[in-house]
Nanobody, 114 residues
Framework: VQLQASGGGWVQPGGSLRLSCRAS????????MYWLRQAPGKELEWVST????????VYADSAKGRFTVSRDNAQNTVYLLMNNLKPEDTGLYYC????????RGQGTQVTVSS
């Protein structure tokens, strides 16, 4: 399993970012996918889940109404669109093949500050 997240960066509060995660080494279209994050000094936190065809999605309370997860099985890629970002969204974001962060790669850093 190889998962490479990208698209992070610095953004001001209220801004938006779209994260991407390219998958390889397994049959992406047959796997549910997960986004997790880890804030400085805190434990890994589940953010969102998407099923194999993208028709079922679920979010942590902290992400509801602001984040949207989607996937493109033809491109072996899962996305996380994050709107109205807040300073508490700062952290290292990973995609994974299970809700505990299995198979996650290096992650992509998101920093929200003014």
């Amino acid at each position: 399993v190889q998962l490479q997240a990208s698209g992070g960066g610095w953004v001001q509060p209220g801004g938006s970012l779209r994260l991407s995660c390219r998958a390889s080494g397994f049959t992406f279209s047959k796997n549910w996918m997960y986004w997790l994050r880890q804030a400085p000094g805190k434990e890994l936190e589940w953010v969102s889940t998407i099923n194999i065809n993208g028709q079922y999605t679920v979010y942590a309370d902290s992400a509801k109404g602001r984040f949207t997860v989607s996937r493109d099985n033809a491109q072996n890629t899962v996305y996380l669109l994050m709107n109205n970002l807040k300073p508490e969204d700062t952290g290292l974001y990973y995609c994974a093949i299970d809700s505990r962060g299995g198979g996650r790669g290096q992650g992509t850093q998101v920093t929200v500050s003014s």
